[in-house]
Nanobody, 123 residues
């Protein structure tokens, strides 16, 4: 069972930046697909970005050009660099791991989840 711990959330003004981190333990990190999801109040959890073991990435249209996912296999850590933040980006952000090779956007395709970190963007 892979354990995931997110950090880096907080309160930021619109137009600002944050970097989320997700540290993984208990598995073969370098072989997994890693992803970020988010859930805003009253909404379903939605895919934000994913990265496979080769470094290929996939991002939701709503964050393309603003958010960048990356990974450091030596540190067993995945990052989400968020820039040009908007109030509608306010949500709890979750890190997730998938043991298959391809990136998917459905949350049901992921095996383990972190506890989440709150991101609040003020206008």
């Amino acid at each position: 069972q892979v354990q995931l711990v997110e950090s880096g959330g907080g309160l930021v003004q619109a137009g600002g930046s944050l970097r989320l981190s997700c540290a993984a333990s208990g598995g073969t990190f370098s072989s997994y697909v890693m992803a970020w999801f988010r859930r805003a109040p009253g909404n379903e959890r939605e895919f934000v970005a994913g990265i496979d073991r080769s470094g290929r990435t996939l991002s939701a249209d709503s964050v393309k050009g603003r958010f960048t996912i990356s990974r450091d296999n030596a540190k067993n850590t995945v990052y989400l660099q968020m820039t040009s933040l908007k109030p509608e980006d306010t949500a709890v952000y979750y890190c997730a791991v998938r043991r298959f090779a391809n990136i998917v956007v459905q949350s049901s395709g992921f095996d383990s989840w972190g506890q989440g970190t709150q991101v609040t963007v003020s206008s």
